[in-house]
């Protein structure tokens, strides 16, 4: 079975883009980035898809690896870096600061209910296991 969760960035309710070498600073260490919209995680059956462009609004994994590995961290300090939100099927949103809950959109908000703010990795991993 395959999960998946996503990470995006948002200012008045619209997209926000950052630049993308954000994510390649925070991840280059334990993936294959050698397609530019695909990167493989190293250690586990993970992939982050992201688009092709010097400027992003966010990313998703899929099959996001088990507790330990050093994606946790690494998006952990993306969310920060970004303000940026995280969410999956059934569950978020989470933020690692409240005022990012300002920045998205109300839909976002009305669906998903009002995000969580978290201060570390292993509260992520608790709400996922407990959606």
Known sequence: MSFDIFVN???NGKRRFYPRTVLVKAFAGFCDM????????????A??????A????????NRPPGAGHP?????????RETSSVLY???GGPVI???SVEATLPRDMIKILGRP???GSITEIAQLIEQS
């Open 34 to 45: 050698s397609d530019p919209t695909w990167w493989t995680v190293s250690d586990s059956f």
């Open 47 to 52: 992939v982050i898809q992201l688009d092709d």
């Open 88 to 90: 999956w099927p059934g």
């Open 54 to 61: 010097p400027e992003v609004d966010g990313f998703g994994v």
């Open 71 to 79: 994606l946790w961290p690494a998006l952990f300090n993306v969310m």
């Open 9 to 11: 960035a948002f200012e």
């Open 116 to 118: 969580k703010v978290v």
């Open 96 to 98: 690692t600061d409240a």
